[in-house]
């Protein structure tokens, strides 16, 4: 379980084993996962309601998306939360994502965070805010999100 955590803060220097390039790519590697399960947080907490049901889809997320392990999943929930609770804006996590992400990753991306917000069926003015902020610094068009909106609804079987 601390096995994760320990790869995040190792210094540099005590992983001798990894070249140069090796511990820069597992370092870039942990900022996405930080920044991407940041970004999923930030949009449960947007309705000030941050739900059970909203906390496992997160976590099925990064599971899935980061092939992670449980274990691994709740201390990245655990390092993201404190990274939000840190943070002065969404830039700070999109910024690392919009330089690291294709197109289409950035739009799975959306339509993932569509799915966080209706896991309650209903959707938010702070939500719609947020996710047109996030998708805006992410270079993603307003139709693009809108089409993203509208497939998600589909496939969750809402109006």
Not at 57 to 78: P, Q, V
Not at 143 to 148: D, E, L, S, Y
Request: glycine share 2%; with cysteine; hydrophobic share 40%.
């Amino acid at each position: 379980m601390f096995d994760y955590l320990k790869k995040i803060f190792t210094p540099v220097e005590a992983t001798e084993s990894f070249s140069d390039s090796a511990r820069a790519k597992r370092s870039e590697k942990n900022k996405i996962q930080i920044a991407a399960c940041a970004l999923f947080i930030e949009m449960a907490q947007a309705d000030g309601e941050f739900s059970n049901n909203e906390r496992k889809f997160i976590i099925a997320e990064m599971e899935k998306t980061f092939g992670l392990d449980f274990d691994c999943t709740n201390e990245l929930m655990k390092l993201a939360e404190r990274k939000v609770k840190d943070s002065i804006s969404v830039y700070e996590f999109t910024q690392l994502i919009n330089s690291t992400f294709s197109q289409e990753q950035k739009i799975e991306l959306i339509e993932s965070l569509w799915r966080l917000i209706y896991q309650d069926k209903k959707l938010d003015a702070y939500e719609d805010q947020l996710i047109k902020r996030i998708a805006g610094t992410l270079n993603v068009e307003h139709k693009q999100i809108i089409n993203a909106k509208l497939c998600v609804k589909e496939q969750m079987g809402l109006k």
